[in-house]
């Protein structure tokens, strides 16, 4: 299994980004897929979770409104779009599935916000 994670930087509050994960490794199709991130110091937390067809999403409260996940079954590849960012969101994000047996993260992508 394999994440190629990309779409981070530095951004100005109040501006966009879209993340993007390829996978490859396993049938990305039946697996759903989630966002997390992490600032030094703290736990990983959930963002955003997205189901195997697309069809169900969860947000974190904090992100509700501003960002949205979706997923390209045939480019086997996730997608964060976030909008309104605020310097809170800075954080490194990291996409995620399981398997019963296991767990699976990418490498992480750096989001910055600041003027």
């Not at 996978?23 to 991130?37: E, K, L, P, V």
């Not at 974190?60 to 976030?82: C, E, H, P, W």
């Not at 490194?92 to 989001?111: E, L, P, R």
Request: charged letters at 15%.
């Amino acid at each position: 299994v394999q994440f190629v994670e990309s779409g981070g930087g530095l951004v100005q509050p109040g501006g966009s980004l879209r993340l993007s994960c390829a996978a490859s490794g396993f049938t990305f199709s039946s697996y759903a897929m989630t966002w997390y991130r992490q600032t030094p110091g703290k736990e990983r937390e959930l963002v955003a979770s997205i189901s195997s067809t697309g069809g169900s999403t969860v947000y974190a409260d904090s992100v509700k409104g501003r960002f949205t996940i979706s997923r390209d079954n045939g480019k086997n590849t996730v997608y964060l779009q976030m909008n309104s960012l605020k310097p809170e969101d800075t954080a490194a994000y990291y996409c995620h599935t399981a398997s019963k047996i296991s767990d699976y993260w990418g490498q992480g992508t750096q989001v910055t916000v600041s003027s």
